[in-house]
């Protein structure tokens, strides 16, 4: 999910794009390349006397890989990257890591991450794919029209965008002469959903993948629906008994105050709005979205959650005034940084939230629900499939496919199903990030492994190594590490045996 709630999930990106962190991605199947690919052979010869090794490419994508009238042979232009620097080449069959691009544009994940910390070890060639519809990965020749309504979007899927990597990284091989080559999928977060279904679904051209925060679970009924507010609950609440109490008791009183008549110009100026509050499901949201966001990337080098329950807890030494608290830890959040609050600073309208928009609306249905437990800090407020179904059908046209995720990858009984035919899949995750609560966080078979760690948060094992990490990611990152060289090193020996 990038990947939040309906309302605040969307989440994993904006936040993300911030925090210099994104890492969510998507994957693909193909049938023929560009005259554009075939430039890559070219820039390989010339890279080592090149200062930059990332080189851009376009491929002319399919529109619809799944029928056959004439509209779906139309092609657009479909970004991805390759990193040469450390490939050893196709002589020697070195690997090819891809990173699955997610719901967002491609320039975000071409930053340092867990690829560039192995791949100088495994001499593996680096590949970045666009998702479909973000970046410039645009069909129909412009966002507009691309997004025009429910006919230009139709081809906008999570299937489709799987397709599209596939003919990538068959055509990237083959104009590398690189067949032999093996292939392993990254993802994170709606990226890492994606790992998985590529893996699954096209075992043909990924030999293993690697799935940090990915959510599978949470669709369908087979997650509680409450799941991801109980982890930010825990979360907040193992900071701070009087922080979690605080912020569990601020809700009630700004609908109390609310109801006044001079109520939202009183809370407008004691949250130093930027703009005045018409009503008080704005300051809720925004104190929602806050929290989530906090628990969701809460690394250990600057935990947002302890920054917000430190602040707290300190204004409530010298007072007892509710939103006086939950205030302090608002501005703790923004490290002074700003004169004012903006109410609007999570209500996005980016490429990824209206990607994603539509995504949720057709295909991607999470339901996800907050204060169903009495021991929540957040208020009630169960998922409304109803509403949600009038929703998509007022914005696009459309009813959500609620069930069709759990049809096309499956989910129900993972367990039972997938050690059955599934193999060479982590499943990572970081048990203080809300979206685990949707992942797989026991392993299914001896080749579908379950990584994580108590500490850790969305995503953040797919980051760059530092000398701050604690030990436990060290430690993570180090495990998922010899996982995948032990996929390889079967594979080679199947190879030499021609197995």
């Known amino acids: 999910m990038a990947m939040k709630t309906p309302h605040t999930l969307l989440l994993c990106l904006s936040w993300l794009l911030i925090l210099v962190f994104i890492t969510c991605v998507s994957a693909t199947r193909g049938r023929r390349l560009g005259v554009v690919d075939r430039r890559i052979t070219r820039e390989k010869n010339k890279v080592d006397n090149d200062a930059a090794y990332f080189k851009t490419f376009f491929h002319a994508q399919t529109l619809d890989h799944f029928n ?32 699955l691009g997610e719901e967002s544009p491609l320039d975000g994940d071409i ?129 701070s008994e009087n922080c979690y109490n605080t912020i569990r008791q601020v809700w009630s009183k700004i609908d109390k105050i609310a109801s006044n008549a001079e109520g939202l110009k009183f809370l407008s100026h004691k949250f130093k709005t930027c703009q005045p509050l018409n009503e008080s499901s704005q300051l809720k949201e925004y104190l929602d979205s806050l929290y989530t966001g906090a628990a969701q990337y809460n690394s250990p080098a600057e935990s947002p959650v302890s920054l917000i329950c430190r602040a707290i807890d300190e204004a409530s030494k010298g007072t007892t005034d509710i939103l006086s608290r939950v205030f302090a830890g608002v501005v703790a959040y923004h490290g002074n940084k700003s004169s004012c609050t903006s109410i609007n600073e999570f209500n996005t309208t980016d490429e990824s939230t209206q990607g994603w928009a539509w995504q949720t609306c057709s295909e991607m249905a999470m339901p996800i629900a907050r204060g169903t437990s009495k021991e929540s800090m957040f208020p009630a407020e169960t998922f409304n499939f109803t509403s949600f179904i009038e929703d998509c059908k007022n914005k696009y046209g459309v009813s959500p496919r609620i069930h069709w995720i759990t049809t096309e990858f499956g989910g129900h009984d993972i367990k039972r199903v997938l050690k059955r035919f599934g193999s060479n899949i982590i499943f990572s995750n970081g048990l203080s990030d809300p979206y685990s609560s949707g992942g797989v966080l026991k392993s299914l078979s001896p080749t579908l492994i379950a990584v994580h760690t108590k500490q850790g948060s ?42």
């Open 68 to 99: 056959y009238r004439p509209e779906s042979y139309t092609t657009f232009q479909h970004r991805y990257v390759i990193n040469f620097k450390h490939w050893g080449g196709a002589n020697s069959s070195a690997p090819i890591f891809v990173w």
């Open 458 to 499: 969305h995503c953040l094992d797919l980051g760059p190594s530092s000398p701050k990490d604690p030990k436990w990611l060290v430690q993570q990152r180090a495990k998922e590490t010899k996982i995948i060289a032990g996929w390889l090193s079967k594979y080679y020996i199947e190879l030499a045996a021609k197995v």
């Open 111 to 239: 930053s340092p991450s867990l690829l560039d910390n192995i791949a100088p070890r495994f001499k593996a060639l680096v590949l970045y794919i666009e998702h479909r519809y973000y970046g410039k990965s645009i069909p129909f020749g412009s966002r507009k029209e691309a997004f025009q309504n429910a006919s230009t979007l139709g081809y906008f899927s999570s299937s489709q965008a799987l397709a599209d990597y596939a003919e990538v990284i068959i055509g990237v091989k083959k104009n590398l002469s690189a067949e032999a080559s093996p292939v392993i999928v990254f993802g994170g977060s709606y990226g890492g959903e994606l790992a998985t279904w590529f893996r699954l679904k096209y075992p043909h051209v990924a030999y293993g993948a690697l799935a940090s925060s990915a959510p599978i679970l949470y669709f369908d009924n087979i997650t509680p629906e409450d799941g991801y507010y109980s982890v930010v609950t825990k979360s907040f609440r193992e900071s």
